[in-house]
C-alpha cells in the first residue's frame, strides 16, 4: 500500500496503562503498532498474544497502542475497559476511542485491525482478523532493520505505568468466568463409600497400584464432594475452586499461573478456565481451559486433572471436522454441557456447538458452519455469533449467543433443529428492553441456566439476571438495577457488574459476578441477592489457603 500520513490521536481523549497521553508526534523514530479492538470480540482477544509476542522481540523499537473502539454501549465505560485490561493482563497503552473518531480517521472497517506505522509516522500496512502474527513480525522486522541503516530509529525501551500497578489485584477470586452449583444425594454418597471401600481393598491385594489411589487422600477427596457444592472457575486466577454452598473451601485445583499442565491438583496448571461440567457418578469435573483451547479432565477420586481433548494450540480452522479428542485443536472453548456421555462445547471461536463423546473420546462439530451469523434450520446450515453460554432440559440445548445478544435453543434429540427463542439475531441489535421474540433486547449475554421451568440469562453487558419462558420466548427483567456495582437486595435493588455464569440447585441460583470477583446467591423464591463469603481463600499471591 501506499504510504500515508498517519493521522494524530485527538486530545483529551482518556488513556489507560500510561500516566500521560502519547502521540504520533512523540513515537518518531519508533515503529508503532495500532490495535483497534473491543474487548467483547473473541477475535480481538486471540490477537492479543500475538502482540504480547512482538512487544517482547522487539521491545526497545516497536510501541504498540490498543484503540478501544467500543462496540456495545457498555464497552465505552473507561472502568470497564480498565477492567478488561487487567482481565486479559494487556501491558500496553490503549487509547479509549471515544465516538470511535480515531477508527474514522484511519478508515478502519472490522475487528480487529491492526495498523502499522514507521519511524517517520507514516501508515505502511494494515491487517485485519486474527492469525497474521508472521506477517506482522517481517514487516516490523524489515522496518527496524532498514531505518538502523538509516540510523533513523530510537532504540530504547519506554516503560509506562500499567493499571495492574495501579491498583494491584488481590481479591480472593478474580474475574471468575463460571459457577456450577451440584448436590450428591445420600443415595449417591453411599455408593461413593462402596466404591472407595472396594478400592482400598483393591489396593490391598495388589502393591504395584499407582499411589494416586491409595485410600486416605482419595478418600479425603471424596468425603468432600458430598452434599451441596460449588465449582467456581477463578479465571483470572487460572485456578477451579470448590467450596460449598455456605462459601467453605473444600479444594484449590491449579497452582495459579497460567499454563497447561496435568497432574496432581497442587501441580496441574491451567490458563483462564471458564465453563464446567460434573459427572457426579464418576466423580469427574470437565472444564473449558479457555486459553488452553483445550478440555481437561479433573478427577476427584483420583486427586488428578488430566486434558482429554486440545493439543493446546489454537485452531485456525471453522469447517466442521471430527476427530480424536487429544488430535483435535479447539478454539476457545467457552462453555459445557453434559448430557449422559455426550459433552456439549460452546465453542466461542470458531462460532460453533461441539460435542464430545465422552466414552469414545471423540470430538467433532455438532453445529454451525464457523460463520459468524444468526442462521437457524438444521444444524449443518446453522451459524452462530460467539457462542458462550449452555443449559439444557434435556431435550433441548439452550445457548447464550453472546454477539447478536440471542438466547438460541437446538435439538439434542431426533431431527434436531436450531431456533432463535428471543433477540434480535443481528450483530448490532443489541439494547436493554424485556418483551417477547425478536422485540427483545439484550446486551452480550453470557450465561444461561435452565431452573424452575425457565430460562435464567446473565445479561452480561446490562448488569441483570433475566428470565426466560422459552416456549413463548418471553423475557423479564428480575434482578438488577442495570447500573454496575456490588449490592445485596431484593430483586432490581441488587448490582452486579458484568455477571456471567449461572447454576441453579434447589430453590438457589448462583452468579459468577465476573467483575465484582465474587460469586452471588440469588434466592429464586423471594429473588433476594446475597454475597458468598469464600472463607480462607487467598489469590495465589498473597496467601495459601487453608487446604
Known amino acids: 500500500m501506499p504510504r500515508v500520513r498517519a493521522p494524530e490521536f485527538p486530545v483529551k481523549y482518556p488513556w489507560l496503562n500510561t500516566e500521560k497521553p502519547l502521540s504520533i508526534e512523540s513515537l518518531k523514530g519508533r515503529v508503532v503498532l495500532l490495535d483497534f479492538w473491543t474487548y467483547c470480540c473473541i477475535n480481538c482477544l486471540h490477537v492479543l498474544p500475538d502482540l ?120 480472593p477470586l478474580a474475574f471468575p468466568g463460571k459457577v456450577l452449583a451440584f448436590a450428591i444425594t445420600s443415595m449417591e454418597a453411599k455408593q461413593l463409600h462402596q466404591n472407595q471401600a472396594l478400592l482400598g481393598e483393591m489396593t490391598e491385594d495388589n502393591q504395584s497400584v499407582d499411589e494416586t489411589v491409595l485410600p486416605g487422600p482419595a478418600n479425603s477427596v471424596q468425603q468432600s464432594l458430598v452434599g451441596s457444592c460449588l465449582f467456581v472457575a477463578d479465571s483470572g486466577h487460572n485456578r477451579i475452586v470448590v467450596s460449598s454452598t455456605e462459601g467453605e473451601v473444600l479444594h484449590v485445583i491449579g497452582t495459579g499461573k497460567a499454563g497447561l499442565t496435568d497432574g496432581k491438583f497442587e501441580e496441574a496448571e491451567f490458563f483462564a478456565p471458564q465453563g464446567m461440567a460434573f459427572d457426579a457418578e464418576s466423580q469427574i469435573l470437565y472444564v473449558a481451559d479457555t486459553e488452553n483451547h483445550a478440555i481437561r479432565k479433573i478427577d476427584f477420586i483420583a486427586g488428578r486433572v488430566e486434558t482429554v481433548a486440545g493439543t493446546g494450540q489454537q485452531s485456525q480452522e471453522i469447517a466442521p471436522r471430527s476427530g480424536k479428542g487429544l488430535e483435535t485443536q479447539l478454539n476457545s472453548p467457552w462453555d459445557l454441557e453434559r448430557v449422559g456421555d455426550r459433552l456439549f462445547i460452546a465453542m466461542a471461536g470458531s462460532h460453533q456447538i461441539w460435542e464430545m463423546q465422552l466414552d469414545a473420546g471423540t470430538i467433532g462439530t455438532y453445529a454451525g458452519t464457523g460463520r459468524e451469523s444468526c442462521v437457524d434450520g438444521n444444524l449443518a446450515e446453522s451459524a452462530f455469533s460467539q457462542p458462550s453460554g449452555l443449559a439444557t432440559d434435556r431435550s433441548e440445548l439452550f445457548v447464550a449467543d453472546s454477539e447478536i445478544s ?22 448490532f441489535g443489541f439494547g436493554d428492553k424485556d418483551g417477547r421474540g425478536d422485540e427483545v433486547r439484550l446486551q452480550h449475554c453470557l450465561g444461561v441456566e435452565y431452573s424452575q421451568n425457565y430460562l435464567w440469562v446473565a445479561d452480561t453487558y446490562n448488569h441483570k439476571i433475566k428470565r426466560i419462558d422459552h416456549r413463548s420466548g418471553t423475557c423479564i427483567t428480575m434482578i438488577g438495577d442495570g447500573k454496575a456495582g456490588l449490592v445485596d437486595g431484593r430483586g432490581v435493588k441488587a448490582r452486579f457488574f458484568e455477571p456471567s455464569g449461572l447454576s441453579a440447585i434447589g430453590s438457589h441460583l448462583f452468579v459468577a459476578d465476573t467483575n465484582n470477583h465474587v460469586i452471588r446467591r440469588v434466592e429464586l423464591d423471594t429473588l433476594e441477592v446475597t454475597t458468598v463469603d469464600l472463607a480462607g481463600l487467598c489469590a495465589p499471591d498473597v496467601c495459601l489457603p487453608d487446604r
Not at 60 to 80: C, M, Q, R
Not at 412 to 417: F, G, L, Q, V
Open 52 to 171: 504480547k509476542y512482538l512487544e517482547q522481540k522487539y521491545k526497545d523499537s516497536l510501541t504498540v497502542i490498543g484503540v478501544h473502539s467500543a462496540k456495545f454501549e457498555n464497552e465505552k465505560e473507561v472502568e470497564n475497559i480498565r477492567q478488561a485490561i487487567l482481565r486479559y493482563d494487556i501491558e500496553h497503552p490503549v487509547i479509549v476511542d471515544s465516538g470511535m473518531k480515531v477508527w474514522q480517521s484511519y478508515a478502519v472497517r472490522a475487528w480487529p485491525t491492526l495498523m502499522v506505522i514507521d519511524p517517520e509516522s507514516y501508515v505502511v500496512g494494515f491487517v485485519s482478523g486474527e492469525g497474521n502474527r508472521e506477517s506482522l513480525d517481517q514487516l516490523v522486522g524489515k522496518l527496524i532493520a532498514e531505518y538502523k541503516d538509516k540510523n533513523a530509529i530510537d532504540f530504547k525501551e519506554l516503560r509506562f505505568t500499567l493499571e495492574k500497578q495501579r491498583k494491584p489485584l488481590s481479591t
Open 406 to 427: 440471542s438466547i438460541r435453543a437446538l435439538g439434542i434429540d431426533e431431527n434436531p433443529k436450531v431456533h432463535t427463542v428471543c433477540g434480535s439475531g443481528e450483530l
